[in-house]
């Protein structure tokens, strides 16, 4: 069965783009628990973070960390964190969420209703951010997409 995520990746649904490369893709969660929540997630539909290939699993730290550093930039003052539960969605996704202390990192204080406003301006802020870190090659030419 095709997850949410694959259909997000795929165009089926829409999605806010901020990475994309062969491998995988970045895109803000429609459930942030701080503005720029970035779930990064492989094309091909792993179920869990064990069942991942340790190739792919580097590739999946080193653009999370990536993703993280932007983040930092665009949100001065936050420390870019990573969480990986993966019970929401049977695909493996990394969290890379902007925090200011632990205190921070709880679904619970996810934002289920978010300004769509708000959340443009996040990715916009991202996507601006890797721009300036020498990114741009793994920018989406075209936002809400995940096509190379």
Not at 26 to 47: K, Q, S, Y
């Amino acid at each position: 069965m095709t997850t949410v995520f694959t259909k997000i990746i795929d165009g089926w649904l829409p999605g806010r783009f901020v990475w994309a490369d062969e491998l995988c893709v970045g895109f803000l969660t429609i459930a942030p628990i701080t503005p720029g929540h970035t779930l990064v997630v492989p094309r091909d539909e792993v179920d869990r973070f064990t069942a991942a290939d340790d190739a792919l699993l580097a590739h999946l730290a080193t653009v999370a960390a990536t993703v993280g550093r932007a983040q930092e930039e665009a949100w001065p003052g936050t420390r870019a964190t990573v969480l990986v539960a993966g019970f929401e969605v049977p695909h493996l996704h990394v969290h890379v969420v902007p925090a200011r202390s632990e205190g921070d990192l709880s679904f619970a204080k996810a934002d289920t209703h978010p300004d769509p406003a708000a959340l443009d301006a996040a990715a916009a802020a991202l996507r601006e951010a890797l721009t300036a870190a020498g990114h741009s090659a793994q920018i989406p030419a075209e936002v809400g997409s995940a096509a190379l």
